[in-house]
């Protein structure tokens, strides 16, 4: 499966934006589909996460903020980012990962870089 990260950009703080990720393949709807961040001089976080039932999970730095949301059908994820922080700067990275058989995938895209002015 290869994912491709979309929607990064600049933006004053208090704004707003939507990442994308848009997988190949259809399989992509059994992963759990996570977001991930990775500021200069930090370690990459999870962010926020989406199992296959739905199940949400937020750093509790963006709860409230920001949305994750899959649109199986259209082999994406989403996240919406509301009330940007300057803190929130950094290479966000989607993901995909699980199981299939006994076979454990895990997938990365190529990072969007998200920049939020004071």
């Known amino acids: 499966v290869q994912l491709q990260a979309s929607g990064g950009g600049l933006v004053q703080a208090g704004g707003s934006l939507r990442l994308a990720c848009a997988a190949s393949?259809?399989?992509?709807?059994?992963?759990?589909v996570g977001w991930y961040r990775q500021a200069p001089g930090k370690q990459r976080e999870l962010v926020a996460s989406?199992?296959?039932?739905?199940?949400?999970h937020y750093v509790a730095s963006v709860e409230g903020r920001f949305t994750i949301s899959r649109e199986d059908a259209k082999n994406t994820v989403y996240l919406q980012m509301n009330s940007l922080k300057p803190e929130d700067t950094a290479v966000y990275y989607c993901?995909?990962?699980?199981?299939?058989?006994?076979?454990?995938?895990?997938?990365w895209g190529q990072g969007t870089l998200v920049t939020v002015s004071s």
């Open positions: 393949e259809k399989s992509f709807a059994i992963y759990t």
């Open positions: 989406s199992t296959r039932a739905g199940s949400t």
């Open positions: 993901n995909a990962d699980g199981y299939l058989g006994s076979t454990w995938y895990d997938y």
